[in-house]
Structure formats: C-alpha cells, structure tokens
C-alpha cells in the first residue's frame, strides 16, 4: 500500500471510531473501552509511523537517541491512561475524550512506532518485562478493589475489565516466549543475519576478539 | 576493581567482575551461616534468643541465602555462558549493584525495621505483623525484593539477547531438535548454554509474576481494603520463590560440566538424552511449584495430583544425566583429585543424595506426616548447603588456585563435608522424629537433635571459612589470571 494511501486509510479508522455510536459502543464497557479502543488508537499511531518513518527529520532520530525519549512518552502516555480516574474524565466529557483520540495516536502510538527501532534488544525486552507484570497487577488491583474505582462502570464490569487484563497479559507473556522460543522477530525487509555457529567456532571467535 | 583500557574506550574485566560476585557471595554465605547457626543454637537452648527476634533471623538467613544462591550461581553460568555467546559485562554487574541495594532494603526491613515474615512473604502475613513491624519495614522488604528481581532481570535478558543473536531461538539453544533425534548431537549447543537457557526461560517468567504479586502486596500494605484471594496470591508467590531458588541448581551445575573435564582430560559428552533431560526440566520446573500446596485442599484436586507426580519427575532428568555423565568422565580418567574438582563431584552427590527425601515429601501421603516438619529443611539444605553451595566453593576454588598447594583447601573442605553431613542428618532425623520447622522454641525431648546439628553446622562453617579465606588470598593474582584448562 502507498503511504498516501495508508494514512487516508488511518484517519479514516480514527474518524470511525470517533463516530458517537462506535465510540459510545466501545466506552459503555470498561473491558472494550480499556483492551479494545485504547489499544486501536495506539495501533494507529504506529502505523503512521511505520508509514513516514523513511521521512524522519534526522534531528529526530538524533534527540530520540535509543529511543529513550519515545519510550518515556509511551510509558507516560500508557500509563496515565490506565488510571481510572482519566478513563471517567474522558466519558464525562467530550474534550477530554478528544485530548485522548489525540494523545493516544501521537504521543503513544507514534513515539512507539518510531522509537522502538531504535531501542537496543535489552531494552526492548526490558520495556516487555515491564509491561507484562504492569497489565497483570493492574488487572489484579481491579479485581482486589473494594469498591468501584469509575463512577461510570459497575463494579461487575470493572471486575470484567479486571480479567481482561490479565488475559492480555497472559498472553502477551505467551507470545513474548513462544516468539523467542522459536526465533522469530518480527522485521520490515531485512532479516538479522543468523551465524549458525558450533559451540567451539564461537569459543574460538570470542577468545580472538577479546585478545 | 581491576579496569583495562582497550582501544580509548573503557572496559571492564569480565574476569574481575566475576570474582568481585565471589567475593561478595563468599562473605555473604559466612554471614548467613552465622544468622542459621544462631537459629540452630538458640533451638539446642544453647543461647538466648527472644522468639521474635529468631524470626527477622529465620527471614533474613532465608531471604538472604536464596538471594546469594542465586547470585553465586549466577556468577558461575555468566563466566562459561561467556564463552559462547556475547554478553554484556556493564549488564552483569548492574545485576550486582541492584542486588546490593535490595540487601540493603531487605536487611534493614529486618534488623531495623523487625520485619519477621518469612522470606515467603506470604499474603496476607506481611501486613498483620500484630505490632512488631511496621508498615514502612514490610514494604522495604519487598522493594529489595524488587530491586533483587530487576537486576536478575536484567541478566537473564542479556544472556537472552545473546543467546539469540548465536543460536536464533531460545528452542534451538536448549538442543529440542537434538532431544528428539531431529538433528546430531554433536552438532548441540553444549551444556553450559543449554543449562543458561533453562535458567532464562524459568527466571524470567518467574520474576514477571513475582513482580505482580509484589506490586499487589505493597498495595495491600499501605491500602488494607484492597483484598486478593490469599490463594492466588500464594500461587503466584510460589511460582516466583520456589522457581527463583530450584533454578540456582541449574545454573551451579554449569561447573560441573565445565570444571570436570578439565581435570579429567575428557569432553563433556552430550548426546539426545543429556538435551532430552533438559527440555523436560524445563518444562516441569514452572509447574513443579504446586507441590507448596499439597496441603491446600482448597485448591482443585487434579492440580494436587499434578503437583504431586511433577514433583517426583521434576529434578531427576536432568540430575540423571549429570550423574552418569559425572561418573563418566570421571570413571577411570586417571584423575588426580584436587579440592576444585572434588568440590563440584561432592556438589553432585549432595545433589542427588537430597533429592531423594525431597521426593519422599513431594508424595501426598508423606507430605501429610511430614509437612513442616524438619523433614523440609533437611532435604532442602542438603541439595543447597552440599550440592548447589559445593558446586559454587568448587567454582571459586577453581578460578583462585591454579597451582596444586591445596594441603589447607583439603582441612577445609573435610570439615565442610562432614560437619554438613552430621548438621543434615540431625535435621532429617528430627523431621522423622516429628520435630515441627519454624519453632522458635524447642522442648526438651527436641533437644538431641538440635545440638547435635549446631554441633555439625560449626564444623561445617569453619570448613566453609577455610575455603573462603582461600579464594581471598588467591584473588589478587586470580583477576588477570587465565582459567586453568
Ligand atoms: C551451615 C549452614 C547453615 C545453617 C547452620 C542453617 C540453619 C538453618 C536453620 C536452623 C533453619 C531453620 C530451621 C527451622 O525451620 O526450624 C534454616 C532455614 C532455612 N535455610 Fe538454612 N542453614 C544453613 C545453610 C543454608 C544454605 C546454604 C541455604 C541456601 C542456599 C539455606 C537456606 C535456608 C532456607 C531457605 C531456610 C527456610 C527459612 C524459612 O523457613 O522461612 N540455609 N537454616
Ligand atoms: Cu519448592
């Protein structure tokens, strides 16, 4: 698909979930509002991204060294929109939703999108150790609660939204170890080269590089 | 520490990272054994130790020798690990300093803070200390936990990266296609990656979950209302704790495939059983936690019966294998023994050896006879102090005395060894004996047991001083020293 194409394609997407019954449908339940509606706005941002990203300006990918700076972003952006007091503001009023339908695409999804090449393996891995266990004791936090912590979801649909999160976390954890189980990383165009390297040939390798 | 300038650019001695990990596990075991023997002492009535007090000693001496264990053993993986796939020194010893701070924070929840809930921390316990502790204690024990976790974290990830970048897939690095005949052994990864692997893949899911339920637990301190189910938080806490401390045998026995041969003159051999060993342990060291619930009947009963045979099943593959390989290469080698290489062949003997009544109480019908009784902690320090804890002074006597003057290494390693043995088999005996764990106070009929197991802990630590002390006279000229081969 061409760039121009992909993004009509995303602010189209946006738009549709800006529409009131689509949005209206996937905020009257905490479990969709939190695992479905955010998560899409998100995905959006990062297809941008991974649209323009041959267009950076280069003092960008400067500032954004190791991506440390779009990470931040994405885990301040994240996290601030899980906690429940945002997720009222944005169903009380329609501004604040707004400040949401833009915040989550460009200060969470872009950065993401962006930064995430540029962050060393460890880092990643580290950023996924992080959010994994995140999501869970969230999910287990809202199931603990003594009573309901949003004034516009019952407490059985808090307890929904709850298990929902520690499903997704379940499951990213899965997928997180099946991928490295059997190697696959996720690439555009270019594969990583792989040495398939005996034991010994790399002993020899090392011990000549470290002399 | 020692640093080498190469190329402008700083670097740090991997050598001199891993003995600066020996140096602090070596004084940190001396200081835990000291903390048991107090426990050990004050049951025998021998000293005088108020019972609130022996329990911040029973959380600090548990607390700390899991994460020393973990850390020693850590050390051993990292230095053979290295020799095959690229790892990051700056990651190690990050792991090092995170470690120290959690220390910090968990000492002082205890001898500061009083905090006594057993290293477990069991939910809810931590935040119904019944006045003698506070909130602020409880939670500094479980942000050294934290930072502990993080660290650890860390390292596994690296040694992850690493893995990867060599070998493709964490699967491919266990050797599954070797396991199931699908591809040569010969063309295996060899042991020390093979075991790294397992320990990754067990320690980090391990620490993930353990993160969670700490987080929750914090909460629960300082906001009481929030409530969890206490047993799916004991799960959870079972899962990390019991995985954390079942995987430093993994990572320990490293030496023994690397060590051994040395002496011996023979390879290492590895063929599809040794990789087939590997990816069940594997697999059954993250399920093999529920046999902490045996006597949970609340939990469903196919988990218990689950829990029941993984636990018979869970170390044996892999000590099997170790077993017979060890025999193997030793078997008429023509090995002249020396205190490195008897260190690591006792580590795999007390290894198996405390398997065997570990097995005994993974079996419901005993467990419900022998469930905290001191039936526990007498398997358990037996493939602790004299399997994992051997394989570790071997390690550390192997780096640190290349040339044969061992007449002292030998006094100490005679009065580890028979000191550890008679301050087991008192532990085991009194569990037979129905001697429950945990008692802070011992009545009279008890007593036998107890002092003669404080008897055989003395011995046992001036053994294990000897040793250390050695490593330290021998770690100057250690650090830019090669590995003797
Ligand atoms: C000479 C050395 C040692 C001595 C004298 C010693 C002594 C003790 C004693 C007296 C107890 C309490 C027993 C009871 O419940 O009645 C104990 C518990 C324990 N020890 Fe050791 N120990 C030694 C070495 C080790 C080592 C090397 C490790 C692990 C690497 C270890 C890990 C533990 C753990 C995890 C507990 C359980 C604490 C609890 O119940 O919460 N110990 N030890
Ligand atoms: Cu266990």
New binding site residues.
């Given amino acids: 698909m061409s760039t121009r194409r992909l993004l009509v394609a995303t602010c189209g997407s946006w738009l549709v979930l800006w529409l009131p019954a689509v949005r209206g449908g996937l905020e009257r339940d905490m479990a969709l509002h939190m695992a479905v509606q955010m998560p899409l706005l998100i995905a959006l941002g990062a297809l941008v991204a991974a649209a323009t990203c041959r267009f950076e300006p280069r003092w960008l990918a400067a500032a954004d060294w190791l991506g440390i700076a779009g990470i931040a972003a994405v885990v301040l952006g994240t996290s601030f929109w899980m906690v429940p007091r945002a997720l009222d503001q944005a169903i009380a009023d329609w501004r604040i939703d707004l400040v949401k339908f833009l915040t989550l695409p460009l200060l969470v999804g872009m950065p993401l999108g962006l930064s995430w090449r540029r962050m060393p393996p460890l880092g990643r891995a580290f950023i996924w150790a992080n959010f994994i266990p995140k999501l869970g004791a969230v999910g287990g936090l809202y199931l603990g609660a003594p009573m309901r912590l949003c004034a516009y979801y019952r407490l059985d649909q808090q307890e929904l939204a709850g298990w929902t999160l520690i499903a997704v976390a379940v499951a990213l954890g899965i997928t997180w170890f099946v991928a490295a189980f059997i190697g696959w990383t996720p690439s555009c165009g270019k594969r990583p080269s792989r040495p398939s390297v005996d034991g010994a040939g790399r002993q020899r390798a090392l011990h000549a590089s470290a002399a | 520490m020692t640093m080498a300038v190469t190329a402008g650019r700083t670097a740090i001695n991997p050598r001199a990272a891993v003995l600066a990990y020996l140096a602090v596990s070596g004084i940190v ?1 001396l200081l ?9 002492l004050a ?1 025998a009535q021998w000293i005088d130790v108020p019972p609130n007090f022996f329990y911040v000693v ?2 600090m ?3 700390g ?2 994460g ?2 973990g850390l020693s053993s850590a050390a051993v993986m990292w230095h053979f690990v290295r020799r095959y796939i690229p790892v990051s020194t700056a990651v190690f010893l990050t792991n090092l300093v995170f470690f120290l701070i959690g220390a910090v924070l968990i000492l002082g929840a205890g001898f500061i803070g009083g905090f006594g809930a ?3 921390f069991l939910f809810p316990l931590p935040a119904h200390s019944g006045g003698l502790w506070s909130v602020n204690a409880a939670a500094s024990y479980l942000v050294g936990l934290i930072f502990i976790g993080v660290g650890f974290l860390l390292l596994h990830l690296d040694i992850a990266r690493g893995i990867l970048s060599t070998y493709g897939g964490l699967g491919a690095a266990l050797g599954v296609k070797q396991a199931f005949g699908l591809a040569p052994a010969e063309k295996g990864p060899p042991p020390a990656v093979t075991a790294s692997t397992m320990a990754l893949i067990a320690n980090i899911l391990g620490i993930l979950v353990g993160a969670a339920v700490l987080v929750i637990s914090l909460v629960n301190l300082y906001v009481p209302t929030f409530t969890f189910n206490a047993l799916a938080a004991k799960n959870l806490i079972y899962y990390f704790g019991h995985t954390f ?1 079942n995987v ?1 045998i993994y990572m320990a026995v490293i030496a023994v495939y690397e060590i051994l041969p040395v002496y011996t003159h023979r390879k290492w051999k590895t063929n599809w059983a040794f990789y087939l060993a590997w990816v069940l342990s594997t697999v059954f060291v993250l399920t093999v936690y529920t046999h902490h619930l045996l006597m949970d009947f609340a939990m469903p009963t196919w988990t218990l019966v689950a829990g029941q045979v993984i636990s018979w099943l869970s170390g044996l593959p892999v000590l099997l294998v170790t077993a017979f390989g060890t025999l193997t290469v030793v078997y008429r080698s023509g090995l002249r023994w020396n205190p490195a290489a008897a260190l690591v062949f006792l580590g795999v003997a007390g290894w198996a050896i405390g398997v065997i009544p570990a097995i005994a109480d993974g079996t419901i019908a005993v467990n419900s006879v022998m469930h905290n009784t ?1 039936w ?2 007498g398997h ?2 037996t493939y ?2 004299l399997g ?2 051997a394989m570790v002074l071997g390690f550390m006597t192997y780096l640190t005395n290349p040339q044969p003057r061992y007449g002292f290494a030998w006094l100490g390693y005679w009065l580890y060894l028979v ?2 043995v008679i ?1 087991v088999i008192a ?1 085991l005996l009194a569990g037979a004996a129905s ?5 802070a106070v011992h009545v009279a009929q008890w007593l036998p047991y107890d002092r003669i ?2 008897i ?2 003395t011995v ?2 001036a053994g ?1 001083l000897i040793l250390v002390a050695r490593f330290f006279v021998g770690i100057r000229t250690a650090a830019s020293a090669q590995d003797p081969t």
């Fill in positions: 075991y835990m054994m000291l903390l048991g023997l107090t426990m050990r049951q029973m959380t001496h548990g607390a020798m899991v020393i264990a057993a290293w477990t401390i430093t001191q526990v902690p358990f320090h602790l102090l994992m804890v000191g550890g301050f532990f001697v429950p764990r945990r008692y197991g404080s055989g802990a046992a630590i294990v």
